[in-house]
């Protein structure tokens, strides 16, 4: 081993290692994929299952009464006794040719009902916002894990050499809990944390090169700069934090060639500004950045995260009807914008659209009788949906179920774990197989858990 590292062989065999770790290189799936790209909605704060996916008769018959003993001696945790149980807000109906119920909260979703799979036995660990955001994106509930989004990217590259394969849109009131980690590389290289695209009249900071400079004389200041980091690089044993900037340095520069053009919408008509909802206030935002999602997939972009909802976003602690009225208004039309365009450009079958919070709510009042919470639920880790549409998976269905008052999934449950080990599989990735070596053990995503939910795959 000395002699060999005194010739440089470990050296040079560690380099290659390492740069292949840092390539964005379209890599090679494990198997034929269903999906190419994904568009995770996450919608930030934890949507209420029970009154958006999750139909529960039962929770209208006992309306007002306690939690039932055959449920289990189920607290809330901040008043340390149980509450009355609340049914849902407003009705459901059938939609589609399917007759996938949804909430009357939704006025063009159920447009797309024939193209959504929900998955309603969703379930987690933690009860509290930054942990259970960490499970989501990262399958663990503590920071310093690689995200979905980083994995992705580190098993399948990028198609597009001059885009990111990893893009993040954070939604403009910013506060999401957990911040930054959520969409971090964790351990993997830096190459493949998420870059951030942001709202307004300049999505990409520092973009546009300076008029005085010409693209030649750009070109040159690269190539000097760029002899000097291989340098650099090869004094520091091609550390990695270094790689990483170095490439993300050279990765600006390609996307000034093309990412303009990705985020300019004035190339888009009006009609499909006006089917995501980007002429009404609530919604032209969220509609935007769902625009810009379609628009990055289209040209490649792997994995593209946003989120809808600010420091409070879907927290319905206080009163459902209003906060959820408030977001699905903000919501309705971008995701169901999103889902048809991709239909009519042929590009369903190749994304996989995700919705969904990090968990749902409590079938019960947050607030005693008289109290100011009587109209608001809490934090439920235990059973919440999540909704699926194209890439390879069945639309118009309901996958699972959560006990008859949504409080726990109960029939084909899936765990985080298991919804990213079915994400990847869709991808064309073994979530046993795409593994990184770090501290000496080989690690995933999902740790030593998951399944795929095979009932859901067309």
Not at 83 to 101: I, M
């Amino acid at each position: 081993m000395s002699v060999l590292n005194q010739d440089g062989v470990l050296k040079q065999a560690g380099a290659e290692t390492r740069a292949r770790a840092n390539s964005l290189e379209p890599a090679r799936p494990h198997f034929t994929p269903r999906a190419k790209s994904v568009i995770h909605l996450f919608l930030h704060g934890g949507p209420s299952h029970v009154d958006l996916f999750d139909p529960k008769p039962e929770l209208v018959r006992l309306a007002g009464q306690r939690l039932p003993e055959s449920f289990g001696a189920v607290m809330t945790r901040r008043h340390g006794e149980a509450h009355p149980l609340l049914p849902a807000v407003r009705p459901f109906r059938p939609c589609g040719e399917s007759g996938l119920p949804l909430s009357t909260f939704w006025q063009h979703l159920p447009g797309c009902a024939d193209e959504l799979c929900i998955l309603r036995s969703c379930h987690g660990q933690s009860v509290n916002h930054p942990q259970a955001i960490y499970q989501m994106h990262t399958g663990k509930r503590l920071m310093g894990r690689p995200c979905l989004g980083s994995w992705v990217a580190y098993g399948l590259g990028t198609e597009n050499q001059n885009m990111p394969a990893f893009v993040v849109m954070q939604d403009p009131g910013g506060g999401a809990k957990g911040g930054a980690p959520s969409w971090g590389s964790g351990f993997l290289p830096a190459t493949y944390q998420g870059t951030q695209v942001r709202s307004g009249q300049n999505p990409i900071l520092y973009l546009d090169p300076p008029q005085s400079i010409s693209a030649p004389q750009q070109q040159q200041t690269l190539e000097f700069i760029q002899q000097l980091n291989a340098r650099h690089l090869e004094d520091r044993d091609f550390d990695d934090e270094l790689s990483a900037r170095v490439s993300a340095y050279e990765l600006a520069f390609r996307m000034q060639s093309s990412a303009a053009e990705v985020v300019d919408l004035s190339r888009e008509t009006a009609e499909t500004q006006r089917l995501y909802g980007i002429d009404q206030e609530e919604s032209q935002d969220f509609g935007t950045r769902c625009l810009l999602a379609r628009r990055m997939v289209e040209r490649g972009v792997r994995f593209v995260l946003l989120y809808l909802g600010d420091n409070e976003g879907w927290d319905a602690h206080a009163n459902v009807e209003k906060n959820h009225r408030k977001m699905t208004d903000r919501a309705d039309k971008p995701i169901t914008g999103l889902i048809q365009d991709l239909r009519r450009r042929g590009l369903l079958d190749d994304t996989l659209v995700v919705f969904g919070g990090e968990f749902g709510r409590m079938p019960m009042s947050e607030g005693r009788p008289g109290s100011k919470r009587t109209t608001g639920r809490d934090h439920n880790p235990w059973g919440f949906s999540v909704g699926l549409a194209g890439g390879g998976v069945r639309g118009g269905i309901a996958y699972g179920a959560t006990d008859p008052v949504g409080l726990r999934a109960e029939k084909d449950k899936v765990h985080i774990h298991d919804l990213h080990a079915t994400i990847l599989h869709l991808l064309g990735m073994d979530h046993e197989q795409l593994t990184y070596l770090h501290n000496g053990r080989h690690e995933r995503l999902t740790d030593v858990a998951g399944r795929v939910a095979e009932g859901i795959l067309s």
